[in-house]
């Protein structure tokens, strides 16, 4: 199963317990893919360097490049399809629809409402981290 995840869903992940880290933790252990394109691997480190996240890194004990290197370790780089204009309300989203599509994604995954209220797009399900874990295969 391939997923794409969403920006916030990857920072709640690496910087937090819960759903996204437990989604994330199962993409290292090998139950599904994870899909990225450099787009948005640019938005995540353009996100961690926002000064309400460096007081959560500094806890963490980690840097933002370090966040960012380890999560392109654990997800697989593709280049987005080309696509219209699809999120009125946040253009910006249009490139997590992208890759979905060019990296053939099983499920997108967000906790944005722009995303989240599409239901899906061309037949990929957008769906919350916790309803992508129910969706999961048995470990």
């Known amino acids: 199963m391939r997923l794409v995840v969403d920006t916030n869903v990857v920072i709640a992940g690496m ?3 819960g759903r996204p880290r437990r989604l994330l933790e199962t993409a290292v252990e090998g139950t599904i893919r ?5 787009t948005m691997i640019e938005e ?4 961690l360097a926002y000064p309400k996240l460096a007081r959560r890194l500094s806890e963490r ?4 490049r370090a966040v960012v290197a380890r999560y392109a370790l654990i997800a697989d780089l593709f280049a987005p399809a080309s696509i219209p204009a699809t999120v009125p309300s946040d253009p910006d989203d249009d490139h997590v629809l992208a890759c979905a599509l ?11 409402a722009d995303l989240l209220n599409l239901k899906s797009f061309q037949g ?4 919350t981290a916790a309803e992508a874990l129910r969706r999961l295969p048995q470990r």
Not at 44 to 47: P, V
Not at 61 to 64: H, L, M, Q, W, Y
């Open 44 to 47: 995540l480190a353009r996100a």
């Open 15 to 17: 910087l937090w317990d």
């Open 102 to 112: 060019g990296a053939g994604a099983d499920l997108i995954v967000s906790g944005d």
């Open 124 to 127: 990929i399900p957008i769906v």
């Open 61 to 64: 004990g980690v840097s933002a």
């Open 34 to 38: 994870l899909a990225t394109s450099a």
